[in-house]
């Protein structure tokens, strides 16, 4: 048998085409649209482009809807290899950004940044990006109060088995379905989300402005961006019913006066009571009190999904829920406790033993430089600009080439209008890509990549005892080639190819990963098969023991032996380090601080959108693909309004809707949900940004959210994106409907 393997699940390849492995109880939506995305014509790049205003000189300007010039792999790797050359002489290569965030495709040999860091490093280096668009704020926030890396965390969460077994209360804040569980980095074969909720015995409370973001739980309907005062409630309940934990605050955690005196009022005279939260999180005083009660009586766990903290100050709501779950005492007790990001992957809370597979080595960046990665526009609009990150004062870098590969920042970033105004700033840019995204339209050189469908690799993942040789399924569509191929054709040209290929081909490379990863197990007491049995078997289940887990019980069984990393060692419900950085939009303990923008304090008519995690597609991935293209509205994505929030609007079901603020606006269809919020509207992301001019204005036309949201960090603190927090209007749209581009590719001229 013959297999592949995505970031949503892994597959049996049968006369070309694909079927989940039947082991997996719940095959993702996802899968459904990858094969029809890869062979689709219209949308993939066949041949290598470049944009024509760059090759006639205009440095950049017009990069937003030109036409390009398809040349050869010989024209497009010298072209790419003297640009880097030349930037790197005229300004060092501190000027070229190879951030290149995004998701890329499962596979561990054609991994595209990993390929693409691996050639940089050898070019001389390039300015980096740090943290995710995932959890920022958690990776900045958690050092400072678990004394870990949030991955560490992360992988030592309680496991499931212990959650549907101890746990008589699961209080999910941004719930937990098998939506969002539908993929696991690097690739998975079992999706078990929905049955570990199934198995639950007892209560489940979806905190969320959605019903449908937990199947079968309680609903408490929370005003978006508002997690923070309520946790403060809750814990303001528990203090003065005197239901909190004293000796675990006194044991395990350091600062708790301070929190104290701050749930109190003491510090500035305002209580963070079940009635001052109320009407901030427009949800009932006494339910407030009677949650915290029920907490105090049950056993409890707090998740926090990683979405809540996707918002102006993000920090706060996984500080206040780790501040909740401590004074409920139940941290380090089985299927009790804290936890952050539950549902939000599927790898969450597994039990299996993790591997830490090797990749193939990247060598060192001779750049010392970098940004948190959601401050990219910033970066290229204010070079030279001074910015707070962490404690630190940092200087943006005057980037003069981006080099992407693996990422789509015209579907991940916030304002896209805004990102395309400093995205005419850099001199060149570079793209690796499969299909003709808004990133590729907007880029110089355009290098068409294949798809894991059209090449050979190996499928490792840490969480998951499955390992996948994946077989090719259909050949490369036009002129596409793998992103390891592209890199060693420009290596050529700058002299680099030996030293990037260490004279391997795939196939050793292939085996070189086999055998070090052979080798890391074997020292673990497991065995692989030889690469050879591998490729003919297709599959191997690794025979990792269930290390069922209890998130910091260590710590906990002894707090002396087994100290925290961070400053008291404990728990910091107070953080002296970070109040010492004298942050006004992250102070030293956890509140509540009101967001950018809220319906709190919204004009009339505007609305929260919600831009989550796409049933149909891997963010912008599959969007060109059968699930998704069949899932829109006159081919626009659609978007859920409750029933009387339309009707107040004289928006029917079915119609085209103009939603739009002072960033942008954008074009989608409707659906009515009478289980979202009245004042809520939900748009999912990933719909490939298309831009056009309507009636002189810019705007999205295709429905995707990010044309709407706001770029700015969740605080000077982590600076991480906040795609959660957006208030939109929306209206019929009563205009012809715009054609649409994305489908298919931009328009090609002779030079
Ligand atoms: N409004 C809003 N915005 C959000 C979010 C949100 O909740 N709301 N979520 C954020 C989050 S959590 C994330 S992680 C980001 C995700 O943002 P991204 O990870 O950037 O999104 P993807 O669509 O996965 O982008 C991957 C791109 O790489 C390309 N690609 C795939 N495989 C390969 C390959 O092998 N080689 C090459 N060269 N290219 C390849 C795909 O075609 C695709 O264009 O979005 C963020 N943006
Ligand atoms: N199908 C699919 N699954 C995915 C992905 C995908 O693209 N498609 N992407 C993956 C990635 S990269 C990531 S990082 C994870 C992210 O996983 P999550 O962060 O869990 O995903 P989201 O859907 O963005 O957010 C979860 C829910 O939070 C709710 N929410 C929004 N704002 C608030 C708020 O202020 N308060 C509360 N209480 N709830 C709020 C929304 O209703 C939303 O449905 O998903 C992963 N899983
Ligand atoms: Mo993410």
């Known amino acids: 048998m013959k297999y592949t393997a995505a970031h949503w699940g892994t597959y049996e390849i049968h006369d070309n085409d694909l079927?989940?492995?039947?082991?997996?109880?719940?095959?993702?939506?996802?899968g459904k649209g990858w094969l029809s995305a890869s062979c689709n014509l219209d949308s993939r790049i066949l041949r290598p482009a470049i944009r024509k205003g760059w090759l006639e000189g205009d440095g950049g300007k017009d990069r937003l809807d030109d036409v390009f010039v398809e040349v050869s792999w010989d024209e497009a790797a010298t072209r790419v290899a003297e640009e880097l050359t030349r930037i790197g002489r005229e300004h060092g290569n501190g000027a070229i950004y190879g951030g290149s965030y995004g998701w890329a495709s499962a596979g561990r040999f054609h991994h595209a940044q990993s390929q693409l860091k691996r050639f940089l490093n050898l070019a001389g280096g390039f300015v980096r990006a740090r943290e995710t668009y995932s959890h920022a704020a958690g990776e900045v926030l958690i050092p400072h109060i678990l004394g870990m890396p949030q991955g560490d965390f992360q992988d030592q969460m309680t496991s499931w088995e212990h959650i549907t077994e101890h746990c008589t209360l699961l209080v999910a804040f941004g719930g937990i379905s098998g939506?969002?569980?539908?993929?696991?980095?690097?690739?998975?074969?079992?999706?078990?989300?929905?049955?570990?909720?199934?198995?639950?015995?007892?209560?489940?409370?979806?905190?969320?402005?959605?019903?449908?973001?937990?199947?079968?739980?309680?609903w408490v309907s929370i005003r978006p961006g508002t997690d923070a005062a309520l946790m403060l409630a809750l814990c303001h309940t528990l203090l003065v019913e005197g239901l909190h934990d004293e000796a675990f605050l006194t044991r395990y955690t350091s600062g708790w006066p301070?929190?104290?005196?701050?749930?109190?009022?003491?510090?500035?005279?305002?209580?963070?009571?079940?009635?001052?939260?109320?009407?901030?999180?427009?949800v009932d005083a006494e339910a407030i009190r009677q949650l915290a009660r029920d907490m105090a009586s049950s056993r409890t766990m707090i998740n926090v999904a990683w979405g809540v903290q996707r918002t102006d100050h993000g920090e706060q709501p996984i500080w206040a829920g780790l501040a909740l779950a401590?004074?409920?005492?139940?941290?380090?007790?089985?299927?009790?406790?804290?936890?952050?990001?539950?549902?939000?992957?599927?790898?969450?809370?597994?039990?299996?033993?993790?591997?830490?597979?090797?990749?193939?080595?990247?060598?060192?960046?001779?750049?010392?430089?970098?940004?948190?990665?959601?401050?990219?526009?910033?970066?290229?609009?204010?070079?030279?600009?001074?910015?707070a990150y962490n404690g630190t004062t940092r200087t943006y870098p005057d980037i003069r080439m981006v080099v992407w590969s693996g990422g789509n920042p015209y579907h991940h970033h916030q304002d896209l209008l805004r990102l395309e105004k400093g995205w005419q700033k850099p001199e060149t840019v570079v793209v690796f890509e499969q299909g003709w995204t808004a990133t590729a339209r907007r880029s110089d050189i355009v290098l068409p990549a294949t798809t894991p469908l059209e090449r050979t690799d190996i499928m490792l993942s840490k969480t998951e005892p499955t390992l996948i040789y994946m077989s090719p399924v259909h050949a490369p569509v036009g002129e596409a080639k793998d992103d390891h191929e592209i890199l060693k054709l420009i290596a050529a040209k700058m002299g680099l190819e030996k030293a990037f290929t260490e004279g391997k081909s795939q196939e050793d490379w292939l085996r070189w990963l086999w055998d070090q990863s052979s080798a890391l197990v074997a020292g673990q007491g497991m065995e692989l098969p030889d690469f050879e049995s591998f490729r003919q078997q297709g599959r191997f289940n690794l025979d990792k023991d269930e290390e069922t887990r209890i998130a910091l019980a260590d710590f906990i069984s002894d707090p002396v032996a087994h100290p925290l990393g961070t400053e008291s060692g404990r728990i910091t419900l107070f953080n002296e380090k970070i109040a010492a950085f004298g942050l006004d939009d992250c102070p030293g303990h956890p509140a509540w601080l009101q967001p950018v923008e809220s319906t709190l304090d919204a004009p009339q008519g505007a609305l929260h959108m919600i831009s989550a995690q796409s049933d149909t597609r891997l963010h912008s991935q599959n969007d060109q693909g059968s699930e998704s293209l069949g899932s829109k509205i006159e081919g626009r994505e659609v978007c859920r309004l409750h029933p009387d929030t339309a009707a107040e609007r004289g928006i029917a079901e079915g119609a085209i809707v103009r939603l739009f603020n002072s960033r942008g606006a954008t074009l989608a269809g409707v659906a009515f949900d009478g289980d979202l919020r009245r004042d809520c509207i939900a748009l999912q992301t990933g719909a490939w940004f298309d831009a056009a001019e309507v009636d002189g204005v810019r705007m999205d036309i295709h429905g995707n959210p990010n044309a709407l949201t706001i770029d700015k960090g969740t605080s000077s603190l982590a600076q991480g994106n906040i795609g959660h927090t957006a208030l939109v209007f929306v209206e019929p749209w009563t205009k012809p409907l715009p054609p649409l581009k994305v489908s298919k590719a931009p328009d090609f001229v002779e030079r």
């Open 19 to 30: 079927k989940p492995v039947g082991d997996d109880p719940a095959p993702s939506r996802i």
């Open 179 to 218: 939506r969002p569980a539908q993929v696991a980095s690097s690739g998975t074969a079992k999706h078990h989300t929905e049955n570990w909720l199934r198995q639950m015995k007892g209560r489940m409370i979806n905190v969320s402005p959605q019903k449908s973001d937990m199947p079968n739980a309680e």
């Open 258 to 282: 301070k929190l104290c005196a701050y749930l109190l009022g003491e510090s500035d005279g305002q209580t963070r009571s079940a009635d001052w939260a109320a009407p901030i999180c427009d």
């Open 326 to 387: 401590s004074m409920l005492g139940q941290i380090g007790k089985p299927g009790t406790g804290y936890g952050f990001g539950y549902g939000c992957v599927a790898s969450i809370g597994r039990s299996t033993k993790n591997v830490y597979w090797p990749s193939i080595p990247q060598g060192r960046n001779a750049v010392d430089d970098f940004i948190p990665v959601a401050r990219v526009t910033d970066m290229l609009l204010h070079p030279g600009e001074r910015y």
